[in-house]
């Protein structure tokens, strides 16, 4: 029986605000250049505040990779939760129009705002992240239905999410009715600080993961060990092990199967969202029965679209870019 979408993803609804900023500027405001730190809404208000010509995109890492997919045609879901304010109803809006299905609507009331990250752009390239987490971070397993998990072939868990226990209980009610109706689960380790504060509950979830993507900063904090020690232990523990390295050759591996897939190396303009897109092309490849071979190759291909230009989403065609590299 066909299911209503291809991939869900349950991940933070954030709104992203991108402005541009010099080292000097950064320094000024007390921001730790190129990591993502949470802030609490005073700060938040303060930095939105400071951001001369701001653009506004709807962002979070999971949000980004559905986009990614949506644009590639695939159908697909997302359980997040954003306020009924004006943040909120713009990221429901531009989900939706980016063919998303946004599953929850607008929560009304006296409930926290919607989550936003304020995001300075440095002239190298390099993004220094404040993030907000304001309503997303509520997320608990009242959010997860049964008519968008137990309806989609994939589930895609973002591990920020982890970082709050009712996000945890999401996780695995999600990982629960997807995996009950016949569909696979995997998650995106986001983070290397974030497997720091969760290691043994992320080495216990991982072990019930079809999938699971990091790069090798989270691979060598979730084995703590070198990263060909981590990436053998993990292809013990779980089903597809994927593993992106900055701009050298990612490695996927599955049981005794390998594909080490080769970078072309291009000069960043943005850094953002190189890892969402990588993972969405990754998950068409997967979605659609490729070999793991081309699996890593469509992310690579969709990693260095988004890493061209300013903002986390795709401008071109990745179906076209896919098509010139013999893909599809």
């Not at 299911?3 to 609804?13: L, S």
């Not at 990250?117 to 309503?135: A, H, Q």
């Not at 009712?166 to 695995?172: E, N, P, S, T, Y």
Request: glycine content about 12%; some cysteine; hydrophobic content about 40%.
């Amino acid at each position: 029986m066909t299911k209503t979408y291809q991939v869900v993803g349950i991940g933070n609804a954030i709104v992203d605000v991108i402005s541009q900023a010099d080292d000097s500027f950064l320094d000024l405001m007390g921001i730790d250049k190129g990591i993502m730190q949470l802030v609490e809404r005073e700060r938040g208000e303060m930095l939105y505040g400071a951001m001369e010509n701001r653009v506004q995109t709807p962002g979070g890492s999971v949000a980004n990779t559905l986009a990614g997919l949506g644009m590639l045609g695939l159908k697909t879901g997302f359980i997040g939760r954003v306020h009924d304010d004006a943040l909120g109803r713009f990221y429901a809006a531009e989900m939706v129009a980016d063919g998303t299905a946004f599953v929850n609507a607008p929560v009304p009331g006296g409930e926290l705002p919607t989550s936003r990250s304020m995001i300075f752009v440095s002239p190298d390239g390099e993004r220094s992240m404040n993030t907000y987490l304001g309503i997303s971070s509520e997320i608990s397993e009242a959010d997860v239905t049964e008519t968008a998990a137990g309806d989609t072939d994939i589930m895609f868990l973002e591990g920020y999410l982890y970082d709050k226990p009712k996000g945890k209980h999401a996780f695995d009610q999600a990982a629960k009715l997807t995996k009950a109706a016949g569909g696979k689960v995997g998650i995106s380790l986001s983070d290397p600080f974030c497997v720091d504060r969760h290691r043994d509950d992320f080495r216990t979830f991982v072990k019930e993961m079809d999938f699971v993507i990091g790069n090798e900063h989270e691979w060598e904090s979730l084995y703590q060990a070198d990263l060909s020690t981590a990436l053998e232990l993990a292809a013990f523990e779980c089903g597809l092990v994927v593993c992106s390295r900055g701009g050298s050759d990612v490695v996927l591996v599955r049981g005794d199967e390998e594909a080490v897939v080769p970078v072309k190396r291009v000069q960043p303009v943005d850094t953002t969202g190189a890892g969402d897109q990588f993972a969405a092309g990754f998950l068409y490849g997967y979605a659609t029965g490729q070999s793991l071979a081309t699996c890593g190759r469509m992310g690579c291909v969709a990693a260095a679209e988004v890493i061209s230009h300013i903002g986390p989403r795709p401008e071109a065609d990745l179906k076209v870019l896919f098509q010139k590299e013999g893909l599809i």
